[in-house]
């Protein structure tokens, strides 16, 4: 039994760490597996031997590989599947990891933050995006039909279904949280200062969010005895847009792998914010940790706070979430922040991202999957001119 993931990158993001997880336990448990990448790309930083590495230069190139089941998120699709050579048999199965990942968007800041019942954005769409709206419209509701389209949590799955307008299987695969043996060390002594940390790439949908959480803490820390330090692990594009503190110190790391990262939050952080997988990492370490909604705004709403032990339907955060959010003065009053809610946390991840069960599920999900390499080769073989523009600009 044989998998390749597709998801070239130059750059460690969360979708990166969560297949070189499953990667790295199928490779252990006897499975053949291989990513495509680029030579100098995520997957060889994060630990891929070489001779697991399907190398492109361009996600404009064609590309062969010889598998069994070919998985890849949904936005990757148009590309991948216009490249790919590979068996009639092999079996597709597309994983959504972000809410847009079935939508075809414009990669441009002012597109992202338009309402989508703006009339700028149905011009944009009819005139831009219409064949990639159809493509993906067919693609995806067919891989639905076949069992091949599944979900991280429940944000994914709504915005897949209003984007496809018609009934979607709720297939969820939760993201796997890594194998984690360091754990939150115990505090002997009374703290000299209180320690905060962000993880996450500073992005243009992740930027609003640490924006929203820095004029939080400035505001709360002039009410405590203690200094307050935020560590901001990660970087990216955004980071010129991170806001400046007055009240507290801020400790730029920028990025870490996953050794030094777990390090210094199991010896250090009194309480994690972030998204998506980095908040599993912490709150497996038995941190306090929160879900902080993703936002295109330059600052986040003021209820974007989710204790992570009462998200729902997996979510790790979403940009339509209205229930259950609290603000940063809600977790203080709540006594979040007490280190005993990290147990809380670690148990939600140890129940719900367990790697060795959604291994077991993909692998499960994979098998019944009926979307073949055949239904591409007659269906969905199509190039568009503005995704080969900006990939070309981007040096994608």
Known sequence: MSFVFYSPSRVVGGAEHLFFRLYTLYKHQGYECKVVDYADGAFSKLGVPDEDIVVISSIRQAFQVDCDYFVLPPNMAYEALCNAVMQDRTKIIFWSLHPYNCIPILPLAFYKKLDASSFLKRMIDLFVLRKQINYARALFTDASKKSALIFMDGENYSSGQR??????????????????????????????????????????????????????????????????????????????????????????????????????????????????????????????????????????????????????????????????????????????????????????????????????????MAQHSNFLFSDVRSAYRQRFLSRYVFSALKGK
């Open 163 to 364: 984007f496809l307008q018609s009934p979607v299987d709720r297939k969820f695969l939760p993201l796997p949280s890594p194998v984690i043996f360091e754990t939150r060390a115990q505090r002997h002594t009374r703290p000299t200062v209180l320690n905060f940390f962000w993880v996450g790439r500073l992005v243009d949908f992740k930027i609003g969010s640490l924006n929203r959480l820095i004029q939080d803490l400035d505001t709360w820390s002039q009410g405590q005895q203690l200094p307050i330090t935020l560590h901001v692990v990660g970087s990216g594009d955004a980071e010129g847009q991170m806001l400046s503190a007055a009240h507290f110190k801020i400790e730029k790391h920028g990025y870490l792998d996953n050794q030094a990262l777990h390090k210094v939050l199991a010896t250090t952080a009194d309480a994690v914010f972030s998204q998506g997988t980095s908040v599993l990492e912490s709150a497996a370490i038995g941190l306090p940790s929160f879900i902080v909604m993703p936002t295109y705004e330059p600052v986040g709403n003021e209820c974007s706070y989710m204790p992570l032990s009462e998200t729902r339907n997996f979510d790790l955060g979403s940009f339509s979430a209205t229930e259950g959010l609290r603000t940063f003065a809600e977790l203080s009053e709540g006594r979040y922040f007490d280190g005993t809610y990290g147990a809380a946390c670690r148990a939600y991840v140890l129940e719900h991202h367990d790697l060795l069960q959604v291994a077991a599920q993909l692998l499960l």
